[in-house]
């Protein structure tokens, strides 16, 4: 798992502990219904909440192989059912007035506008884009060598836009604050790596800059790279591995963004379509 994904899981398991108070080896069934009954109530979403699920019966699960505790309380419980999640997705000219809104003249405009310019143009997630190193970005070559979830590699297109971004920011670029810094992209003031949630922060200014009102954050610069991809005609294979998918089913989300798209491409393209 990702290191995002471990800490996300000991988060949840040390809440519950806290809140329950008790050593694991008592915890009972009726303990962890009580718990979600709390942070539902409190506002947690379905799939939070099923997160939650996952790390209690994780933990819990471990706990049996260990032989802490005799049987998992997590057993009889029953994790939310989650329906379609159709992301947000902004159009392209919202993109392109977002992109466009950025001032370049302003302290680390022309950083902030390479990271957009990444973060669309080649659909990272936002720890990709934040630990992206210099010496994986092939100018020349026209793609980045992006390590993803689970250290797992992947090339990517990276676009002309893109391209001179990078390049215009680069002059510009702080002085790294020491060694482990040297080789990554993205800066900040201190010469350090950005932070996730600068970046979270970088794109909700920069929509509200632009006047785009959607709920959106980097990731949606994700789901718009792969929607938009989809939309012109692009090989739902090629986007998963754009996206560094493990399975293509989750890239088939995109599928039903834009469903007249595919009834389009079928009508054209089935020989008994016609």
Wanted: negative net charge; proline residues 5%.
């Amino acid at each position: 798992m990702s290191p995002n994904t471990v800490a996300s899981y000991c988060h949840d398991v040390e809440g519950f502990l806290s809140f329950c108070e008790v050593e694991p080896r008592v915890v009972t069934t009726q303990d962890i219904a009580q718990y979600l009954g709390k942070v539902t109530a409190e506002g947690l979403s379905k799939r939070s909440t099923a997160r939650l699920v996952s790390a209690l019966r994780s933990f819990f699960g471990w706990c049996v192989e260990e032989g802490e505790v005799k049987e998992n309380p997590c057993d009889r419980v029953d994790a939310p059912k989650l329906g379609k999640y159709l992301p947000e997705v902004l159009s392209v000219e919202e993109v392109t007035a977002i992109l466009e809104s950025v001032d370049l003249s302003a302290p680390y405009g022309k950083r902030n506008r390479a990271i957009l310019e990444v973060l669309y143009g080649c659909g990272l997630r936002v720890s990709e884009c934040a630990g992206l190193r210099i010496s994986h970005v092939h100018l020349q070559e026209g793609f980045v060598d992006v390590i993803g979830k689970g250290n797992k590699q992947r090339l990517v297109p990276l676009g002309e836009m893109a391209a001179d971004a990078i390049l215009a920011y680069l002059p510009e670029r702080p002085e790294p604050a020491g060694a482990a810094c040297e080789d990554i992209l993205f800066l900040n003031r201190f010469g350090k790596p950005l932070s996730r949630v600068s970046l979270f922060n970088l794109v909700k200014e920069q929509a509200m800059v632009a006047g785009i009102r959607k709920e959106i954050s980097p990731h949606t610069f994700r789901h718009s790279f792969a929607t938009h991809l989809i939309e012109n005609g692009a090989d739902l294979r090629i986007v998963q591995e754009m996206l560094g998918h493990e399975s293509i089913l989750t890239t088939e989300i995109y599928t039903h963004i834009d469903t007249s798209t595919w009834h389009r491409m079928v009508l054209e393209h089935h020989p008994r379509a016609k």
